[in-house]
Protein backbone atom coordinates (compact mmCIF):
# COMPACT_ATOMS: atom_id res chain seq x y z
CA UNK A 1 0.00 0.00 0.00
CA UNK A 2 1.30 3.54 -1.13
CA UNK A 3 1.25 6.48 0.87
CA UNK A 4 0.43 9.64 -1.14
CA UNK A 5 2.84 13.03 -0.43
CA UNK A 6 1.99 15.46 1.36
CA UNK A 7 0.49 18.55 -1.11
CA UNK A 8 3.50 20.96 -0.24
CA UNK A 9 6.71 18.24 -1.22
CA UNK A 10 4.15 17.25 -4.55
CA UNK A 11 4.00 20.45 -5.42
CA UNK A 12 8.12 21.21 -4.81
CA UNK A 13 8.55 17.69 -6.48
CA UNK A 14 6.72 18.79 -9.62
CA UNK A 15 8.22 21.99 -9.51
CA UNK A 16 11.66 20.79 -9.75
CA UNK A 17 10.78 17.81 -12.36
CA UNK A 18 9.67 20.81 -14.26
CA UNK A 19 12.70 22.97 -13.62
CA UNK A 20 14.83 19.52 -14.63
CA UNK A 21 13.32 19.13 -17.54
CA UNK A 22 13.49 22.70 -19.12
CA UNK A 23 16.90 22.70 -17.85
CA UNK A 24 17.45 19.13 -20.34
CA UNK A 25 15.68 21.17 -22.72
CA UNK A 26 17.77 23.97 -23.13
CA UNK A 27 20.76 21.89 -23.08
CA UNK A 28 19.36 20.57 -26.29
CA UNK A 29 18.19 23.59 -27.70
CA UNK A 30 21.53 25.55 -27.15
CA UNK A 31 23.69 22.06 -27.47
CA UNK A 32 25.86 23.14 -24.07
CA UNK A 33 25.97 19.86 -21.90
CA UNK A 34 27.16 21.68 -18.81
CA UNK A 35 23.65 23.48 -18.72
CA UNK A 36 22.16 19.83 -16.94
CA UNK A 37 24.55 20.13 -14.15
CA UNK A 38 22.65 23.53 -12.88
CA UNK A 39 19.97 21.79 -10.93
CA UNK A 40 22.79 19.35 -9.63
CA UNK A 41 24.85 22.27 -8.20
CA UNK A 42 21.72 23.83 -7.00
CA UNK A 43 21.00 20.55 -4.87
CA UNK A 44 24.43 20.70 -3.60
CA UNK A 45 24.10 24.14 -2.33
CA UNK A 46 21.17 23.33 -0.49
CA UNK A 47 22.69 20.38 0.92
CA UNK A 48 26.26 22.20 1.40
CA UNK A 49 24.25 24.94 3.52
CA UNK A 50 23.03 22.98 6.13
CA UNK A 51 26.27 21.83 7.27
CA UNK A 52 28.81 23.90 6.09
CA UNK A 53 31.39 21.61 6.95
CA UNK A 54 30.84 18.97 4.37
CA UNK A 55 32.05 21.74 1.63
CA UNK A 56 35.13 22.26 3.81
CA UNK A 57 36.41 18.68 4.06
CA UNK A 58 35.58 17.68 0.40
CA UNK A 59 37.82 21.06 -0.35
CA UNK A 60 40.69 19.71 2.11
CA UNK A 61 40.56 16.19 0.18
CA UNK A 62 40.35 17.38 -3.48
CA UNK A 63 43.80 19.58 -2.72
CA UNK A 64 46.21 17.43 -3.13
CA UNK A 65 44.21 15.72 -5.67
CA UNK A 66 42.99 18.72 -7.79
CA UNK A 67 44.22 18.93 -11.71
CA UNK A 68 44.51 22.08 -14.19
CA UNK A 69 42.14 21.95 -16.63
CA UNK A 70 44.23 24.67 -18.98
CA UNK A 71 45.53 21.76 -21.60
CA UNK A 72 42.31 19.38 -21.98
CA UNK A 73 40.10 22.68 -22.32
CA UNK A 74 41.93 25.82 -22.40
CA UNK A 75 40.49 26.88 -19.14
CA UNK A 76 42.33 28.04 -16.60
CA UNK A 77 40.22 25.94 -13.79
CA UNK A 78 41.74 23.94 -10.93
CA UNK A 79 39.18 21.08 -10.61
CA UNK A 80 37.45 20.08 -8.56
CA UNK A 81 38.88 22.08 -5.69
CA UNK A 82 38.40 25.99 -7.09
CA UNK A 83 34.91 25.17 -7.75
CA UNK A 84 34.63 24.60 -4.28
CA UNK A 85 36.28 27.15 -2.94
CA UNK A 86 34.10 29.26 -4.75
CA UNK A 87 30.64 27.63 -3.45
CA UNK A 88 32.55 27.89 -0.15
CA UNK A 89 33.03 32.13 -0.74
CA UNK A 90 29.60 32.26 -1.38
CA UNK A 91 28.31 30.31 1.71
CA UNK A 92 30.66 32.44 3.51
CA UNK A 93 28.35 35.41 2.94
CA UNK A 94 25.00 33.51 4.81
CA UNK A 95 27.54 31.40 7.28
CA UNK A 96 28.51 35.12 8.57
CA UNK A 97 25.39 36.47 8.76
CA UNK A 98 23.72 33.96 10.43
CA UNK A 99 26.01 33.84 12.93
CA UNK A 100 27.46 37.10 13.06
CA UNK A 101 27.97 37.78 16.90
CA UNK A 102 29.29 34.20 17.22
CA UNK A 103 32.24 34.81 15.01
CA UNK A 104 33.68 38.20 16.80
CA UNK A 105 35.14 39.72 13.35
CA UNK A 106 35.71 42.93 15.64
CA UNK A 107 38.16 40.41 17.44
CA UNK A 108 39.69 39.18 14.01
CA UNK A 109 40.46 42.38 13.40
CA UNK A 110 42.80 43.53 16.09
CA UNK A 111 44.75 40.47 15.53
CA UNK A 112 47.86 41.72 13.83
CA UNK A 113 48.48 39.26 10.91
CA UNK A 114 44.78 39.32 10.46
CA UNK A 115 45.76 43.21 10.02
CA UNK A 116 48.55 42.66 8.19
CA UNK A 117 46.84 40.19 5.49
CA UNK A 118 44.11 43.25 5.28
CA UNK A 119 45.87 45.62 4.37
CA UNK A 120 48.12 43.85 1.60
CA UNK A 121 44.86 42.91 0.38
CA UNK A 122 42.86 46.59 0.33
CA UNK A 123 46.77 47.38 -1.28
CA UNK A 124 46.06 44.79 -3.67
CA UNK A 125 42.94 46.63 -4.88
CA UNK A 126 44.56 49.85 -4.79
CA UNK A 127 47.27 48.50 -7.86
CA UNK A 128 44.59 46.94 -9.75
CA UNK A 129 43.18 50.37 -10.54
CA UNK A 130 46.49 51.63 -11.45
CA UNK A 131 47.39 48.63 -13.23
CA UNK A 132 48.33 48.60 -16.88
CA UNK A 133 45.68 45.91 -17.90
CA UNK A 134 42.91 46.41 -15.16
CA UNK A 135 40.64 43.43 -16.97
CA UNK A 136 43.97 41.13 -15.91
CA UNK A 137 44.32 42.55 -12.53
CA UNK A 138 40.51 42.45 -11.50
CA UNK A 139 40.41 38.69 -12.55
CA UNK A 140 43.59 38.20 -10.21
CA UNK A 141 41.57 40.51 -7.16
CA UNK A 142 38.53 38.22 -7.33
CA UNK A 143 40.59 34.47 -7.77
CA UNK A 144 42.15 36.03 -4.01
CA UNK A 145 38.70 36.18 -2.54
CA UNK A 146 37.90 32.64 -3.00
CA UNK A 147 41.28 31.80 -2.02
CA UNK A 148 41.48 33.61 1.16
CA UNK A 149 37.67 33.04 2.12
CA UNK A 150 38.22 29.07 2.25
CA UNK A 151 41.52 28.76 3.58
CA UNK A 152 41.79 31.42 5.95
CA UNK A 153 38.07 32.78 7.50
CA UNK A 154 36.43 29.00 7.87
CA UNK A 155 39.70 27.77 9.14
CA UNK A 156 39.53 30.60 11.87
CA UNK A 157 36.50 28.74 12.69
CA UNK A 158 36.94 25.63 12.47
CA UNK A 159 40.33 25.34 13.65
CA UNK A 160 39.23 26.13 16.79
CA UNK A 161 37.95 22.60 17.89
CA UNK A 162 40.61 20.02 17.38
CA UNK A 163 39.22 17.22 16.24
CA UNK A 164 38.46 19.55 12.65
CA UNK A 165 42.35 20.25 12.20
CA UNK A 166 42.82 16.39 12.80
CA UNK A 167 40.22 16.18 10.24
CA UNK A 168 41.61 18.49 8.24
CA UNK A 169 44.90 16.97 7.96
CA UNK A 170 43.71 13.48 7.52
CA UNK A 171 41.49 14.35 4.17
CA UNK A 172 44.94 15.83 2.87
CA UNK A 173 47.66 13.68 4.11
CA UNK A 174 45.55 10.21 2.65
CA UNK A 175 45.11 11.42 -0.32
CA UNK A 176 48.73 13.15 -0.72
CA UNK A 177 50.47 9.49 0.58
CA UNK A 178 48.37 7.82 -2.33
CA UNK A 179 49.87 9.95 -4.48
CA UNK A 180 53.18 9.54 -3.74
CA UNK A 181 52.98 6.10 -3.97
CA UNK A 182 51.63 6.49 -7.81
CA UNK A 183 54.41 9.02 -9.00
CA UNK A 184 56.86 6.75 -6.89
CA UNK A 185 56.29 3.73 -8.69
CA UNK A 186 55.68 5.71 -11.86
CA UNK A 187 59.45 7.20 -11.39
CA UNK A 188 60.76 3.92 -10.56
CA UNK A 189 60.38 2.51 -13.58
CA UNK A 190 62.34 5.31 -15.46
CA UNK A 191 64.86 4.53 -13.31
CA UNK A 192 63.95 7.26 -11.00
CA UNK A 193 66.49 9.18 -13.70
CA UNK A 194 66.60 12.70 -13.20
CA UNK A 195 65.98 13.84 -16.63
CA UNK A 196 62.48 12.03 -16.43
CA UNK A 197 61.01 14.13 -13.66
CA UNK A 198 58.06 15.55 -14.89
CA UNK A 199 56.15 12.94 -16.51
CA UNK A 200 55.65 10.75 -13.28
CA UNK A 201 54.01 13.62 -11.27
CA UNK A 202 51.27 14.40 -14.22
CA UNK A 203 48.40 15.23 -13.93
CA UNK A 204 48.51 16.02 -10.69
CA UNK A 205 51.06 18.84 -10.49
CA UNK A 206 52.21 21.04 -13.10
CA UNK A 207 56.47 20.72 -12.31
CA UNK A 208 58.33 18.74 -9.97
CA UNK A 209 59.40 22.37 -8.19
CA UNK A 210 55.66 22.24 -6.87
CA UNK A 211 55.06 18.93 -6.30
CA UNK A 212 58.29 19.06 -4.11
CA UNK A 213 57.35 22.42 -2.25
CA UNK A 214 53.80 20.56 -1.45
CA UNK A 215 55.65 17.47 0.29
CA UNK A 216 58.68 19.80 2.30
CA UNK A 217 55.70 21.97 3.17
CA UNK A 218 53.67 18.84 4.65
CA UNK A 219 56.77 17.25 6.17
CA UNK A 220 56.73 19.40 9.52
CA UNK A 221 52.43 18.61 9.87
CA UNK A 222 53.41 15.08 9.70
CA UNK A 223 56.59 15.24 12.43
CA UNK A 224 53.22 17.31 14.41
CA UNK A 225 51.35 14.17 13.92
CA UNK A 226 54.05 11.70 15.14
CA UNK A 227 54.17 13.60 18.30
CA UNK A 228 50.78 14.08 19.39
CA UNK A 229 50.57 10.27 18.59
CA UNK A 230 51.21 7.51 21.33
CA UNK A 231 54.53 5.88 20.48
CA UNK A 232 54.54 2.67 18.76
CA UNK A 233 50.84 2.75 18.08
CA UNK A 234 49.08 1.94 14.77
CA UNK A 235 48.79 5.76 13.90
CA UNK A 236 52.17 6.24 14.77
CA UNK A 237 53.79 3.40 13.26
CA UNK A 238 51.83 4.59 10.03
CA UNK A 239 53.09 8.37 10.28
CA UNK A 240 56.95 7.16 11.10
CA UNK A 241 56.86 5.03 8.05
CA UNK A 242 54.62 7.66 6.22
CA UNK A 243 57.62 10.44 7.04
CA UNK A 244 60.12 8.18 5.19
CA UNK A 245 57.62 8.33 1.81
CA UNK A 246 57.47 11.83 2.46
CA UNK A 247 60.95 12.10 2.61
CA UNK A 248 61.44 9.84 -0.72
CA UNK A 249 59.15 11.83 -2.69
CA UNK A 250 60.90 15.07 -2.01
CA UNK A 251 64.46 13.91 -2.72
CA UNK A 252 63.27 11.93 -6.09
CA UNK A 253 61.57 15.47 -6.73
CA UNK A 254 65.09 16.29 -7.50
CA UNK A 255 63.95 20.58 -6.43
CA UNK A 256 66.85 22.08 -4.88
CA UNK A 257 64.34 24.40 -2.99
CA UNK A 258 62.62 21.59 -1.36
CA UNK A 259 65.32 20.10 -0.33
CA UNK A 260 66.75 23.89 1.41
CA UNK A 261 63.00 23.75 2.84
CA UNK A 262 63.31 20.70 5.23
CA UNK A 263 66.95 21.59 6.48
CA UNK A 264 65.01 25.16 7.16
CA UNK A 265 61.86 24.15 8.59
CA UNK A 266 64.38 21.91 11.03
CA UNK A 267 66.36 25.04 11.96
CA UNK A 268 63.08 27.30 12.17
CA UNK A 269 61.99 25.10 14.80
CA UNK A 270 65.30 25.07 16.91
CA UNK A 271 65.06 28.99 16.89
CA UNK A 272 61.21 28.85 18.10
CA UNK A 273 62.54 26.27 20.40
CA UNK A 274 65.37 28.72 21.89
CA UNK A 275 62.92 32.32 21.33
CA UNK A 276 65.49 33.44 18.48
CA UNK A 277 63.40 33.03 15.12
CA UNK A 278 62.77 36.91 14.51
CA UNK A 279 66.30 37.66 15.41
CA UNK A 280 67.03 35.00 12.76
CA UNK A 281 64.52 36.53 9.97
CA UNK A 282 66.03 40.15 10.67
CA UNK A 283 69.85 38.62 9.79
CA UNK A 284 68.40 36.94 6.60
CA UNK A 285 66.73 40.21 5.81
CA UNK A 286 69.91 42.41 6.03
CA UNK A 287 71.85 39.46 4.01
CA UNK A 288 69.34 39.42 1.21
CA UNK A 289 69.54 43.51 1.22
CA UNK A 290 73.01 43.68 1.49
CA UNK A 291 73.77 41.19 -1.51
CA UNK A 292 71.41 43.33 -3.83
CA UNK A 293 73.17 46.26 -2.68
CA UNK A 294 76.25 45.28 -3.55
CA UNK A 295 75.72 43.99 -6.73
CA UNK A 296 73.89 47.14 -7.79
CA UNK A 297 77.07 49.08 -7.11
CA UNK A 298 78.45 49.97 -10.30
CA UNK A 299 76.16 47.25 -11.93
CA UNK A 300 78.67 44.58 -10.12
CA UNK A 301 75.83 41.76 -10.97
CA UNK A 302 77.14 41.96 -14.62
CA UNK A 303 80.34 40.57 -13.55
CA UNK A 304 78.09 37.16 -13.06
CA UNK A 305 75.99 36.79 -16.08
CA UNK A 306 76.14 33.29 -17.71
CA UNK A 307 78.09 31.69 -20.58
CA UNK A 308 75.44 31.30 -23.32
CA UNK A 309 77.19 28.46 -24.48
CA UNK A 310 77.95 26.65 -21.01
CA UNK A 311 74.45 27.05 -19.23
CA UNK A 312 72.80 23.82 -20.10
CA UNK A 313 69.89 21.47 -18.69
CA UNK A 314 71.79 18.60 -17.34
CA UNK A 315 70.61 15.18 -17.76
CA UNK A 316 71.86 13.84 -14.17
CA UNK A 317 71.59 15.07 -11.10
CA UNK A 318 75.40 15.14 -10.49
CA UNK A 319 76.04 17.24 -12.86
CA UNK A 320 72.81 19.48 -12.13
CA UNK A 321 74.06 19.87 -8.59
CA UNK A 322 77.56 20.41 -9.58
CA UNK A 323 76.67 23.05 -12.37
CA UNK A 324 74.15 25.02 -9.18
CA UNK A 325 77.52 25.41 -7.44
CA UNK A 326 79.35 26.97 -10.87
CA UNK A 327 75.98 28.90 -11.78
CA UNK A 328 75.82 27.44 -15.04
CA UNK A 329 72.72 25.60 -14.68
CA UNK A 330 69.52 26.68 -16.80
CA UNK A 331 66.97 27.26 -14.08
CA UNK A 332 69.52 29.50 -12.04
CA UNK A 333 70.39 31.97 -15.22
CA UNK A 334 66.64 32.29 -15.85
CA UNK A 335 66.26 33.08 -12.30
CA UNK A 336 68.77 35.88 -12.49
CA UNK A 337 67.69 37.20 -15.86
CA UNK A 338 63.99 37.45 -14.49
CA UNK A 339 65.19 39.03 -10.89
CA UNK A 340 67.45 41.90 -13.07
CA UNK A 341 64.46 42.69 -15.23
CA UNK A 342 62.17 42.72 -12.45
CA UNK A 343 64.54 45.52 -10.32
CA UNK A 344 65.04 47.40 -13.44
CA UNK A 345 60.59 47.17 -13.89
CA UNK A 346 60.67 48.83 -10.65
CA UNK A 347 62.53 52.07 -11.22
CA UNK A 348 59.10 52.57 -14.06
CA UNK A 349 56.51 51.68 -11.47
CA UNK A 350 57.56 52.21 -8.00
CA UNK A 351 54.59 52.67 -6.43
CA UNK A 352 51.51 50.38 -7.88
CA UNK A 353 53.69 48.25 -9.97
CA UNK A 354 52.42 47.22 -13.80
CA UNK A 355 49.34 45.80 -11.72
CA UNK A 356 48.76 42.12 -10.69
CA UNK A 357 48.87 39.34 -12.87
CA UNK A 358 51.21 42.04 -15.69
CA UNK A 359 54.63 40.78 -15.32
CA UNK A 360 54.44 38.59 -18.33
CA UNK A 361 53.39 41.30 -20.40
CA UNK A 362 55.74 44.17 -19.24
CA UNK A 363 58.99 42.41 -18.00
CA UNK A 364 60.93 41.31 -21.35
CA UNK A 365 61.36 45.34 -22.15
CA UNK A 366 63.45 45.21 -19.62
CA UNK A 367 65.81 42.25 -19.50
CA UNK A 368 69.65 42.38 -20.00
CA UNK A 369 70.59 40.01 -23.21
CA UNK A 370 74.19 38.87 -21.41
CA UNK A 371 72.04 36.69 -18.98
CA UNK A 372 69.62 35.30 -21.81
CA UNK A 373 69.50 31.72 -21.92
CA UNK A 374 67.58 29.56 -24.92
CA UNK A 375 64.74 29.32 -22.46
CA UNK A 376 63.96 32.86 -22.05
CA UNK A 377 61.47 32.60 -24.63
CA UNK A 378 59.12 31.78 -21.78
CA UNK A 379 56.73 29.48 -23.03
CA UNK A 380 54.83 28.85 -19.95
CA UNK A 381 54.23 32.24 -18.97
CA UNK A 382 56.08 32.23 -15.93
CA UNK A 383 56.96 34.89 -13.57
CA UNK A 384 59.89 36.52 -11.75
CA UNK A 385 60.74 33.05 -9.47
CA UNK A 386 60.60 35.01 -6.17
CA UNK A 387 58.19 36.10 -4.31
CA UNK A 388 59.48 39.31 -3.03
CA UNK A 389 60.10 40.51 -6.58
CA UNK A 390 57.12 39.38 -7.62
CA UNK A 391 55.55 41.89 -5.10
CA UNK A 392 57.52 44.64 -6.33
CA UNK A 393 57.30 44.54 -9.56
CA UNK A 394 53.27 44.07 -9.88
CA UNK A 395 52.12 45.71 -6.53
CA UNK A 396 55.13 48.20 -5.91
CA UNK A 397 57.20 48.72 -2.61
CA UNK A 398 54.12 48.93 -0.59
CA UNK A 399 53.65 45.26 -1.30
CA UNK A 400 57.27 43.46 -0.89
CA UNK A 401 57.42 45.60 2.23
CA UNK A 402 53.97 43.84 3.23
CA UNK A 403 54.94 40.41 2.81
CA UNK A 404 58.56 40.91 4.23
CA UNK A 405 56.17 42.39 7.02
CA UNK A 406 54.02 39.32 7.32
CA UNK A 407 56.66 36.66 6.96
CA UNK A 408 58.24 38.16 10.23
CA UNK A 409 55.37 38.44 12.25
CA UNK A 410 54.22 35.40 11.24
CA UNK A 411 57.73 33.66 13.06
CA UNK A 412 57.64 36.59 15.69
CA UNK A 413 53.92 36.46 16.59
CA UNK A 414 54.09 32.89 16.38
CA UNK A 415 56.97 32.09 18.47
CA UNK A 416 55.24 33.87 21.23
CA UNK A 417 51.71 32.17 20.45
CA UNK A 418 53.94 29.29 21.02
CA UNK A 419 55.23 29.43 24.22
CA UNK A 420 52.39 30.70 25.54
CA UNK A 421 50.63 27.64 25.31
CA UNK A 422 49.51 25.07 27.88
CA UNK A 423 47.48 22.07 26.13
CA UNK A 424 50.00 19.71 24.31
CA UNK A 425 48.16 19.37 21.52
CA UNK A 426 47.82 23.46 20.77
CA UNK A 427 51.94 23.63 21.11
CA UNK A 428 52.55 20.66 19.05
CA UNK A 429 49.95 22.33 16.27
CA UNK A 430 51.84 26.07 16.68
CA UNK A 431 54.70 24.25 16.27
CA UNK A 432 53.74 22.62 13.23
CA UNK A 433 52.46 25.41 11.65
CA UNK A 434 55.39 27.53 12.09
CA UNK A 435 57.83 24.97 10.53
CA UNK A 436 55.54 24.00 7.23
CA UNK A 437 55.55 28.13 7.07
CA UNK A 438 59.31 28.28 7.02
CA UNK A 439 59.41 25.38 4.28
CA UNK A 440 57.25 27.07 2.03
CA UNK A 441 58.80 30.64 3.03
CA UNK A 442 61.95 28.94 1.68
CA UNK A 443 60.26 27.08 -1.70
CA UNK A 444 58.65 30.65 -2.11
CA UNK A 445 61.67 32.78 -1.89
CA UNK A 446 62.73 30.91 -5.48
CA UNK A 447 59.23 30.68 -7.13
CA UNK A 448 55.47 32.26 -6.92
CA UNK A 449 53.50 29.64 -5.08
CA UNK A 450 51.43 31.30 -2.74
CA UNK A 451 49.36 31.52 -6.20
CA UNK A 452 48.56 27.67 -6.82
CA UNK A 453 45.78 26.15 -5.08
CA UNK A 454 48.41 23.45 -3.47
CA UNK A 455 50.31 25.79 -2.03
CA UNK A 456 48.77 28.72 -1.48
CA UNK A 457 45.69 26.82 0.43
CA UNK A 458 48.39 25.61 3.09
CA UNK A 459 50.33 29.02 3.87
CA UNK A 460 46.94 30.64 4.40
CA UNK A 461 46.07 27.35 6.60
CA UNK A 462 49.55 27.79 8.77
CA UNK A 463 48.39 31.31 9.21
CA UNK A 464 44.98 30.75 9.91
CA UNK A 465 46.35 28.32 12.47
CA UNK A 466 47.94 30.14 14.54
CA UNK A 467 45.05 32.54 14.71
CA UNK A 468 42.50 29.83 15.50
CA UNK A 469 44.81 28.89 18.48
CA UNK A 470 45.58 32.08 19.44
CA UNK A 471 41.77 33.13 19.50
CA UNK A 472 40.85 30.12 21.12
CA UNK A 473 43.35 30.59 24.36
CA UNK A 474 41.78 34.02 24.83
CA UNK A 475 38.25 32.89 24.73
CA UNK A 476 37.80 35.21 21.99
CA UNK A 477 34.92 33.19 19.79
CA UNK A 478 31.91 31.33 21.04
CA UNK A 479 33.42 28.71 18.67
CA UNK A 480 30.83 26.28 19.85
CA UNK A 481 27.96 27.71 18.68
CA UNK A 482 29.24 27.58 15.26
CA UNK A 483 30.27 23.92 14.41
Not at 281 to 301: D, H, K, P, R
Not at 325 to 351: F, K, N
Request: contains cysteine.
Amino acid sequence: MTTALPYKEKTLFVAASLFFLLIFIASLWFQQVMFVAIPFAIMAALFFLKDVRIPFYLLMCSIPMSINLQEMTGISLDFPDEPIMLSLSVFFVFFALQNFRNIGFGRWLQHPLIQILLLSFLWMAVTVVFSTNVALSSKYLLKRIWFIVPFLCFPIIFFQDKIHIKRAFTLMFVPLLLIIFIVLYRFSALGFRFEDVHDPIQPFFQNHVMYGSMLSCFIPLIAGAIFLHKRFGFSWVILIGAMFVFLAGVYFSYSRAAWMAVLFALITMACIRFKVMHYAMLVFYAVVLSAVLWLSNNNQYLSYRPKFEKTIMHASLSDHIMATIQGTDISSAERYYRWIAAVRMSVDHPLTGVGPNNFYDNYKHYTIAAYKTWVSRNMERSTTHNYFLFMLVEQGYPAMILYALLIFMIFYYGQKVYHRQTERFDKVVVMAAICMIAALFVNNFFSELLETDKIGSLFLMGIALIIAIDLKNSKRTNVESLV
